[in-house]
């Protein structure tokens, strides 16, 4: 199977030698080629340059892309996207003035969603999560991690694990699993909270690495969820099984948790709406990658992360939707490649390369996914006609996808 790509206006992202990440003021640079070709074989990129110097190339399949951008597709580094329903019934009492945290505390939040995932099919929980990642990669994403968290029982959880497990053996786009039973403190534990760590660690840990049903180990260190010696608890059981971390941390407190993710290794640290000068010092010369949630952000109408602050600090910044029931329920990478210009004041440079290739590294995939280089694989977004990049943040709410290539397959 080949595909060639001809006449296209603007390839994005072009690496001649392969990249993983890229930090400060490396994330400026957007390398393009103008009036490009690109060609594909089963689901490598094989070769790309000048529509000149492609005369004699043939392909099984031949696409024209005439005035169109072509661009690795999203990855996206933080989501839900497995959950049952949808918490419409607090949206509505945000909008009437309770708070996130006032919800959470009258039994709604993360505990409402893990109460109906409980009651649901596996069946019906996979026919529901599919659906909405179908929707995602109709939207350009080609690569999302996906975390458990509204299980919060040994049995749920698993149930998650086994329906990400699924979503990855149907789903093209590459799938990835994190653990987040550390995600709310389920009810039955309300006065004994260290017993649930306990079956964290003791039980749930174990058991997904014996299937080897998850990459990641998450937790939500937040004021009235796990505290710094929780996380740290059940990030060291995490690592005893394999899992690297990838944390919640100062979505709405400081608590510390950047640099207990940095001792760790954590592969990111995500949120990070509040933030003081030792957490960026905290991540200097580590291999944590910050993720901003933009769209969490607008949702739940708290400040955004101060991704000038980071970038300008020399640090990496990826940039995911936070795909959730409660505080994101949209997993548009392309809002939010456009909320980080707008609200972030990232540029749409900046904003791109946090969307690809950062986002790419943030999940570990790095080496093979996030950008136009021989030899990665053909994860790609067709534009549909633009004059230029800049449009694709530009045009909010739009969704500039008109075809997507995921491991080599035209959709
Ligand atoms: O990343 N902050 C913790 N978890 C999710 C929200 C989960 C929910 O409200 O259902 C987040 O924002
Ligand atoms: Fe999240």
Not at 297 to 303: E, N, V
Not at 353 to 358: G, V
Not at 361 to 370: D, T
């Given at each position: 199977?080949?595909?060639?790509?001809?006449?296209i206006?603007?390839?994005?992202?072009?690496?001649?030698?392969?990249?993983?990440?890229?930090?400060?003021?490396?994330?400026?640079?957007?390398?393009?080629?103008e009036?490009?070709?690109?060609?594909?074989?089963?689901?490598?990129?094989?070769?790309?340059?000048?529509?000149?110097?492609?005369?004699?190339?043939?392909?099984?399949?031949?696409?024209?892309?005439?005035?169109?951008?072509?661009?690795?597709?999203?990855?996206?580094?933080?989501?839900?996207?497995?959950?049952?329903?949808?918490?419409?019934?607090?949206?509505?009492?945000?909008?009437?003035?309770?708070?996130?945290?006032?919800?959470?505390?009258?039994?709604?939040?993360?505990?409402?969603?893990?109460?109906?995932?409980?009651k649901?099919?596996?069946?019906?929980?996979?026919?529901?999560?599919?659906?909405?990642?179908?929707?995602?990669?109709?939207?350009?994403?080609?690569?999302?991690?996906?975390?458990?968290?509204?299980?919060?029982?040994?049995e749920?959880?698993?149930?998650?694990?086994?329906?990400?497990?699924?979503?990855?053996?149907?789903?093209?786009?590459?799938?990835?699993p994190?653990?987040?039973?550390?995600?709310?403190?389920?009810?039955?534990?309300?006065?004994?909270?260290?017993?649930?760590i306990?079956?964290?660690?003791?039980?749930?840990?174990?058991?997904?690495?014996?299937?080897?049903?998850?990459?990641?180990?998450?937790?939500?260190?937040?004021?009235?969820?796990f505290?710094?010696?929780?996380?740290?608890?059940?990030?060291?059981?995490?690592?005893?099984?394999?899992?690297?971390?990838?944390?919640?941390?100062?979505?709405?407190?400081?608590?510390?948790?950047?640099?207990?993710?940095?001792?760790?290794?954590?592969?990111?640290?995500?949120?990070?709406?509040?933030?003081?000068?030792?957490?960026?010092?905290?991540?200097?010369?580590?291999?944590?990658?910050?993720?901003?949630?933009?769209g969490?952000?607008?949702?739940?109408?708290?400040?955004?992360?101060?991704?000038?602050?980071?970038?300008?600090?020399g640090l990496?910044?990826?940039?995911?939707?936070?795909?959730?029931?409660?505080?994101?329920p949209?997993?548009?990478?392309?809002?939010?490649?456009?909320?980080?210009?707008?609200?972030?004041k990232?540029?749409?440079?900046?904003?791109i390369?946090?969307?690809?290739?950062?986002g790419?590294?943030?999940?570990?995939?790095?080496?093979?996914?996030?950008?136009?280089?021989?030899?990665?694989?053909?994860?790609?977004?067709?534009?549909?006609?633009?004059?230029?990049?800049?449009e694709?943040?530009?045009?909010?709410?739009?969704?500039?996808?008109?075809?997507?290539?995921?491991?080599?397959?035209?959709?």
């Open positions: 199977m080949s595909i060639l790509i001809t006449n206006k603007q390839l994005l992202q072009v690496h001649e030698a392969n990249v993983n990440i890229l930090k400060g003021a490396d994330m400026k640079t957007l390398p393009i080629l009036n490009a070709y690109l060609y594909i074989e089963n689901d490598t990129i094989i070769e790309f340059g000048k529509m000149e110097d492609c005369k004699d190339m043939e392909a099984e399949t031949t696409i024209d892309a005439t005035g169109k951008i072509v661009l690795p597709s999203w990855c996206d580094s933080h989501t839900h996207t497995v959950y049952a329903g949808n918490r419409t019934s607090e949206f509505v009492d945000r909008i009437s003035g309770l708070t996130y945290a006032e919800i959470a505390n009258k039994g709604g939040g993360i505990l409402n969603s893990a109460e109906l995932l409980q649901t099919s596996e069946d019906d929980l996979y026919a529901q999560s599919i659906k909405r990642v179908n929707e995602l990669i109709a939207m350009g994403t080609g690569a999302i991690e996906i975390k458990t968290g509204y299980g919060l029982t040994v749920a959880e698993l149930k998650m694990l086994r329906v990400i497990k699924r979503i990855k053996q149907e789903s093209l786009a590459v799938i990835i994190t653990l987040l039973a550390a995600h709310a403190i389920p009810k039955e534990y309300k006065d004994n909270k260290q017993d649930y306990k079956l964290i660690t003791e039980q749930l840990i174990p058991e997904a690495s014996k299937l080897n049903i998850a990459h990641y180990i998450d937790v939500f260190c937040e004021e009235g969820y505290d710094i010696n929780d996380t740290e608890a059940i990030l060291k059981a995490g690592l005893e099984h394999h899992l690297r971390p990838k944390i919640h941390v100062n979505q709405f407190n400081v608590l510390g948790g950047i640099a207990l993710g940095t001792k760790y290794n954590a592969l990111s640290v995500d949120h990070l709406e509040e933030l003081n000068d030792s957490d960026i010092e905290a991540l200097n010369n580590t291999e944590t990658i910050p993720v901003a949630l933009p969490c952000s607008y949702f739940l109408s708290i400040p955004y992360t101060p991704a000038r602050a980071l970038i300008d600090a990496p910044l990826a940039i995911a939707t936070d795909y959730n029931p409660g505080s994101a949209s997993g548009n990478m392309n809002f939010v490649v456009s909320a980080a210009c707008v609200k972030l990232m540029t749409p440079e900046e904003a390369n946090a969307a690809t290739i950062n790419a590294y943030a999940m570990g995939i790095s080496n093979m996914y996030g950008s136009i280089t021989r030899g990665k694989k053909a994860n790609l977004i067709i534009t549909k006609p633009l004059n230029d990049y800049t694709i943040p530009y045009t909010f709410a739009h969704n500039p996808v008109e075809q997507i290539i995921i491991n080599g397959q035209l959709l």
